[in-house]
């Protein structure tokens, strides 16, 4: 089975946006966060996958020291847990989204409610809570400006708790990787 696996921005590995990326956590069972610990092999596993996500399973097993059956165990259960997720990484511009920002959200009151509105929407493709000048970083992904402003002025604006936005519209995408490996 040949995929491409890259590290993650994205918490809900069902999502079906495309773009969607890989998340990787430290440390079999649970670390002390409650996020799933992942041992030196899988680690290494990740590493090979990050490197080539289409890389056989064969090869990879050579690479680490294991099977082809015990790697595709191994990738198995980091999907089952979350902690990584197989996609098809496309450049917005070229599948019809001509317009990206990366929009700050202050909140008044509680964050959590307003943070997991606008996870839901799906032109959010990375929400954080920040300890920062804003209390949300979003970055959106639209069809085109109209679309944009649609999702900001009716959509995140009027959520209960919202104070203000700050946009910050991309002009051009210089890089974007998510290679930086394992700890």
Same mark, same amino acid.
């Given at each position: 089975?040949?995929?491409?696996?890259?590290?993650?921005?994205?918490?809900?590995?069902?999502?079906?946006?495309?773009?969607?990326?890989?998340?990787?956590?430290?440390?079999?069972?649970?670390?002390?966060?409650?996020?799933?610990?992942?041992?030196?092999v899988?680690l290494?596993?990740?590493?090979?996958?990050?490197?080539d996500?289409?890389?056989?399973?064969?090869?990879?097993?050579?690479?680490?020291?294991?099977?082809?059956?015990?790697?595709?165990?191994?990738?198995q259960?980091?999907?089952?847990?979350?902690?990584?997720?197989? #996609?098809? #990484?496309?450049?917005?511009?070229?599948?019809?989204?001509?317009?990206?920002?990366? #929009?700050?959200?202050?909140?008044?009151?509680?964050v959590?409610?307003?943070a997991?509105?606008?996870?839901?929407?799906?032109?959010?493709?990375?929400?954080?809570?920040?300890?920062?000048?804003?209390?949300?970083?979003?970055?959106? #992904?639209?069809?085109?400006?109209?679309?944009?402003?649609?999702?900001?002025?009716?959509?995140?604006?009027a959520?209960p708790?919202?104070?203000?936005?700050?946009?910050?519209?991309?002009?051009?995408?210089?890089?974007?990787?998510?290679?930086?490996?394992?700890?």
């Open positions: 089975m040949h995929s491409e696996v890259v590290a993650s921005r994205s918490t809900d590995p069902s999502s079906p946006r495309e773009g969607a990326t890989t998340r990787t956590t430290t440390g079999g069972g649970r670390g002390q966060s409650g996020s799933p610990s992942v041992d030196a899988s290494a596993i990740i590493e090979q996958l990050q490197e996500g289409r890389r056989p399973y064969a090869a990879i097993g050579k690479a680490v020291g294991l099977s082809e059956a015990a790697v595709r165990q191994r990738v259960k980091l999907l089952d847990q979350g902690v990584m997720q197989i #996609v098809a #990484v496309t450049d917005p511009l070229t599948v019809g989204f001509r317009r990206q920002a990366m #929009v700050g959200i202050d909140v008044e009151g509680d959590d409610p307003v997991d509105a606008v996870a839901a929407m799906p032109e959010a493709e990375y929400v954080v809570m920040t300890a920062g000048s804003h209390d949300l970083l979003v970055e959106i #992904v639209c069809e085109d400006d109209d679309h944009l402003l649609e999702v900001i002025n009716k959509r995140i604006r959520l708790g919202v104070r203000s936005t700050e946009s910050f519209v991309y002009l051009k995408l210089k890089k974007q990787t998510y290679m930086w490996g394992t700890r």
